[in-house]
């Protein structure tokens, strides 16, 4: 009887399965139904290798801003106030001009109310403050005056008393005023107001009829100044002036007439015909008196 040798050539390997029943894994390890055998079952089997220790996360660094340190503010520059220049500033007139004068004035020795009103307590105050000064003194503010007042105040202390830079109304003054004393506007308007009345000897009657002294009292008074109704005892009662030097508002004074100067040459007046209160030029050679 023949004996079968159960054994295989030596090295060849004895493979337990039927090619036909070998699967391929996706990573090339052979699969038996739905063990996966080969480099799978390999990491299956191996221990996982503990996590090697993270580094210490550093703290973020944060980025602060250098902020300056604050600095102390320039000291503003002391200006000086500014009464506006063109118009002279006189008695009578009334506003924000005149309040930043009496400021001024105040700021520079006098004591006067900042009112806004240009009566006889600034007028004094003008006066001292020319005279101290070495200015021309005559109570009014001119350039020169004006320029002394502006170098000599500083424009804090004016601060306040000004509604607006740009208020104008200084140079004028109601019609209907009686305690504000000379304005060349109340007077000029309140003559021509008149124009076109008669004339009638001794008449003081406002839109109907004037002599010459009656229309000149009557536009004085709505400035707050009493006339005598006679025109030499208006020229008297005055300072007598030059041409050059007239303003709106004084007389114009002839032998036995008397008008109201308009500027410009022109004089308003009462003279002795119908419809007599007109504005017309000056003629002859007159003399001007001022109650300013």
Sequence with gaps: MATHNTHRAAGRAVSPLTPSLALKGASGAAVIGSVMVGSFAT????????AAPQAAVAAPQVSIPQ???PQAAAPAT????????????????????????????NHNGADIAVDGKFGPATHAAVVDFQQENGL?????????????????????????????????????????SSDEGFSSNAIVRAARSQKGADFNWGSYSPGRAFDCSGLTKYAYSKAGITLPHS??????????ISKSQAQPG??????????????????????????????RNIWGSPSFVTYR
């Design 78 to 105: 002391v200006q000086a106030a500014v009464l506006p220049a063109g118009k002279t500033i006189a008695r009578g007139h009334r506003g924000s001009t005149v309040e930043t004068l009496q400021a001024a004035l």
């Design 43 to 50: 990491a299956q089997a191996a221990p996982a290798a503990p």
């Design 67 to 69: 902020v300056a340190a």
């Design 136 to 176: 021309k003194v005559d109570g009014r503010v001119g350039p020169e005056t004006r320029s002394a007042l502006n170098e000599s105040t500083p424009a804090s202390v004016a601060k306040g008393t000004t509604r607006s830079a740009d208020n104008e109304d200084d140079s004028s003054s109601d019609e209907s």
């Design 231 to 240: 025109s030499s005892a208006q020229a008297r009662g005055g300072k007598r």
């Design 250 to 279: 004084d007389l114009v004074v002839w032998p036995g007439h008397v008008g109201i100067y308009a500027g410009g040459n022109k004089v308003i007046d009462a003279g002795r015909s119908p419809d007599a209160v007109t504005e």
